[in-house]
């Protein structure tokens, strides 16, 4: 369970996030929507306490990111916008890595590392260094280190970015499988996985939410049925927020 109160993120005079509430309970996958700049990675690294809020607080499964990020960290997955990982391990050792962090040992982690291999299709290249995977292959690597604790809570940042079309379906699936027991918050810019992945969508816009409800709510809120007529008018083109 996730439960975002009153989130607000400053830097210097820009006010990236902006007082956010909202939550995403288990078996519910909450799509973050917003144009470029419009607070969603901030948001993103608030809730798994990589930086701090300047007010309000994230609970992970009841437990505070800001008062016990520890705590809170062990119940959360998360793929950050720019999978990092350790180019020079093969996939198989950077999982084991990862594995070894998240405190796991012996027949546990060895276990971890498979399904974690298993989930995201990475077989095939599970001996191969990072450095020569394709970008796909990468980002795969560094969803896999994310599901590998069997976290309640998953973060995914943009998870289908740069992925070919098969292999965004593939993980659209699986964050629709993984979607059933947890609570899983994911941004991106496709609109369509709004309807192909998520039980829910919020919009974001300089920092606030302007739009939230399930994919058939929200495409009767277009008046149109086009989730990109109703994103082009909550959301401030580039152009306008210029101006
Ligand atoms: N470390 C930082 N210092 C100063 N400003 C920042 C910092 N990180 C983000 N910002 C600003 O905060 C705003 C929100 O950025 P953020 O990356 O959260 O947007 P986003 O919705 O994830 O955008 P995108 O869709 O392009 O990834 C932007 O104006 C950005 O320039």
């Not at 060895?110 to 995977?133: G, H, K, M, P, Y």
């Not at 309807?195 to 939230?212: N, P």
């Amino acid at each position: 369970m996730i439960e975002v109160e009153s989130l607000t993120k400053q830097f210097g005079t820009k006010l990236a996030v902006d007082n956010l509430s909202f939550s995403v309970k288990p078996g519910e996958v909450l799509g973050f929507l917003g144009p470029n700049g419009a607070g969603k990675s901030t948001t993103m690294r608030m809730v798994t306490g990589f930086f701090p809020p300047t007010s309000g607080d994230a609970k992970i499964c009841g437990i505070s990111i800001v008062d016990n990020p520890a705590k809170a960290k062990t119940k959360i997955g998360y793929l950050p916008e720019s999978a990092p990982l350790y180019q020079d391990m093969t996939v198989t050792s950077f999982l084991k890595f990862c594995a070894e962090i998240r405190g796991l040992r012996g027949s546990r982690k060895r276990d971890a590392v498979e399904r974690a291999i298993e989930t995201c299709f990475l077989q095939n290249v599970a001996r191969q260094s990072i450095d020569t995977l394709s970008k796909g292959y990468r980002h795969r690597t560094c969803l896999a280190q994310a599901l590998l604790h069997d976290p309640e809570v998953l973060i995914l940042d943009e998870p289908t970015d740069g992925l070919d079309p098969n292999q965004k379906y593939e993980v659209r699936q699986l964050i629709k499988r993984l979607g059933t027991t947890k609570a899983i918050l994911f941004s991106t810019h496709i609109l369509e996985e709004v309807e192909a992945a998520c039980t829910r969508a919020v919009i974001v816009d300089r920092g606030k939410i302007v739009a939230d409800g399930t994919p058939a709510e929200l495409i009767e809120q277009s008046g149109t049925g086009s989730l990109t007529d109703l994103f082009r008018t909550v959301t401030t083109r580039d152009t306008e927020a210029a101006a």
